[in-house]
């Protein structure tokens, strides 16, 4: 079920990983502050499920678990099954209660929800956040009224007449916190430097594996430091025992839900380069080394990651795809964390640069823009569908296709 009849509704779909996720959240919020009734659309993944306890809290929104599928080699059949199954209840839903925009997140769960909505009258908008779009927002461009675009770079990759740079937005808890105090809340030691490693809302075992394998090497040069390990269900109990055997302090875990403390415990991270990951490091200033997933569609995180590499806030080491120079990478990635940790003034070069990359107002003015669009629109005028049996409500478009 839509959430229960408003003035101003909107349906974001934001499942399939927690970068499409947490940004939509975050939308979310900032259109629950302005009093609009929101439901979310997510998909039947853990991750998803686990995360979006987050939206309990927040007033007039609810979550909608669709049955989609990722469109992979091997499971394009159930993609399309999910597919269809997908639209036919959100038409049923949409028929029965149009909502006034539909703000797809980009990703598997993002094609039926931007159908359905056209179909009976809803504003569609995308926000694409990587560097180089995936399929499913290249191929709904064309649908949308307006994309909102976490990188410029993505801009001639999208067929929409109307795209805006906005950011990709953050959560609004993840913002500056003091290391100590968010140290010692994670059972840390508030003086010692903390390195996190992340890779992505399921961890990714390649950098788990570079990681332990560079741990030698980083003990004997920076002995003192600490760690925050988010390793994924498949190697979380390995890490924790490669940490004790090491002698050094340590939080490992398979998913977080306390990121507001863990990034701000943190005094350099390693991970991927998701483009919701690296806006909340610009968020909070916190430097990183990435290393891209070589396989990722488009290669869009080394994209994303060259992006910050140019700002200066942000170290690249590449992982190629096919293994080539990957015994140099643990000794690389050690010297590299060695010299950001011991390099105050390095970190602080980083940290400004991390400062200009963020925008603080990307939620709120996507939230804005919806809500402009939708008070512009001319009142509703009753239209029928295409087989001319069941009347619907359309909003006028103003601008936009």
Known sequence: MLSAPAELSAVIACGGTGGHLFPGLAV????????????????????????????????????????????????RVAFLAGLVRSYRLLAKA??????????????????????AGRRFGARVYLHESNAVPGRANRFLAPFAHEVFLGFAEAAPYLRCARKTVTGTPVRPEIAPRDPAECRTALGLDPAKPTILVMGGSQGASAINELVFAMLPELSKTVPDVQWIHLAGPKDAARAARIYAAASVKHVVTEFCEKMH?????????????????????????????????PLAAGNHQLHNARVFERAGAAVVLEQTADGSGSSELPRMLAQHVAELVRNETVRAKMQAALAQLHKPSAASDIAAALATA????????????????????????????
């Open 28 to 75: 979310a919020q900032a259109l629950a502050a302005r009093d609009w009734a929101v439901t979310l659309l997510v998909s039947p993944k853990a991750v998803d499920q686990r995360a979006v306890q987050a939206a309990a809290g927040l007033p007039r929104t609810n979550v909608i678990t669709l049955p989609a599928a990722a469109f992979q080699s091997g499971s």
């Open 94 to 115: 949409f028929r029965a209660q149009p909502p006034a925009a539909v703000l797809a997140m980009g990703g598997f769960t993002a094609v039926a929800p931007v159908l």
């Open 261 to 293: 403390l863990v990034l701000c415990a943190a005094t350099l991270a390693i991970s991927r380069a998701g483009a919701s990951a690296l806006a909340e490091f610009a968020a909070v200033r916190l430097p990183a080394i990435l290393i891209p997933y």
């Open 374 to 401: 939708v008070g512009a629109a001319e009142r509703l005028e009753p239209e029928r569908e295409v087989d001319g049996s069941v009347p619907v409500s359309r909003r006028l478009s103003v601008g936009g296709p």
